[in-house]
């Protein structure tokens, strides 16, 4: 930066005698220039030094953010080894979870295989047209035809039907966990006589069913339903002698209790 030399005009005036007046007015006029360039550079200096203070203050600013910005990436860091670390635990119990469910299916699966077997030869004196054991989305039905159990338009069951439901209630009463609901059809044809229709006869052939596992075979009624169903879930044509007979049947469901899968299913 230069520097410059600040010359009184009273010196100036002083030596106007010695020099020449042309002379004198360009000196006069160079000292005001100098003095004026010295006014700017001052002024141009002080700018500069405001702007380095406002610099100084942002990097003091800047360098307070980097600090907190590291801050904020240890803890983010942090939280989320942390997350890392709790997702593989819940994949872990949702592993344990999942092969539990597997296990109780498969357990009640096994049970209802077995109870079908079971079912099959208690009852393997009785003829395939007179009853059938199948298992269906997972469930086990003993299907009853009409002419083992009952007389047409009747809800009184025959002898017969009777030893083939005491066969019936003494493997049920030897297994554990199993939930029983009977099931009344019928076929198409309008009832006549002491019912009203074909639902008051399908439920009233249920729950004459009930009482007599209930009452006298001893099956626990805590576990066991009735319900008529007409002729609204039929298994065959109708249009049939064949298929009116078959239709005409009362099922026996057999399902495993499912309170241990709700409560792995709410967990």
Request: proline share 3%.
């Amino acid at each position: 930066m230069k520097k410059y030399t600040w010359i009184p005009l009273s010196l100036v005036i002083a030596f106007s005698s010695c020099v020449p007046k042309k002379k004198l007015l360009s000196e006069q006029n160079r000292v005001r220039i100098l003095q004026s360039d010295s006014i700017s550079t001052h002024s141009n200096l002080n700018d500069c030094s405001a702007k380095l203070n406002d610099c100084k203050t942002k990097v003091t600013t800047l360098e307070g953010d980097k600090t907190e910005i590291q801050k904020n990436l240890q803890n983010l860091s942090s939280s989320s080894q942390a997350s890392i670390e709790n997702s593989k635990m819940t994949i872990a119990d949702q592993a344990k979870r999942l092969k539990d469910l597997q296990t109780l299916i498969q357990s009640q699966k096994d049970i209802l295989s077995k109870l079908k077997k079971t079912i099959a030869d208690a009852l393997i004196n009785f003829k395939p047209d007179e009853l059938s054991v199948e298992l269906k989305d997972g469930r086990l039905y003993v299907s009853l035809q009409e002419k083992l159990l009952f007389k047409s338009g009747s809800a009184v069951v025959d002898p017969k039907g009777k030893e083939a439901l005491q066969t019936l209630a003494t493997v049920v009463n030897a297994t554990q966990d199993i939930s029983i609901m009977i099931e009344g059809h019928t076929d198409n044809v309008p009832v006549s006589g002491k019912y009203e229709d074909n639902w008051s006869l399908s439920t009233a052939r249920a729950a004459a069913i009930v009482r007599i596992l209930t009452s006298d075979y001893k099956v626990d009624p805590h576990t066991i339903s009735a319900a008529g169903r007409s002729e609204f879930f039929p298994v065959a044509d109708n249009s049939t002698v064949e298929g009116k007979a078959r239709n005409r049947r009362t099922e026996i469901i057999l399902s495993p209790n499912l309170k241990e899968l709700f409560k792995l299913l709410n967990q």
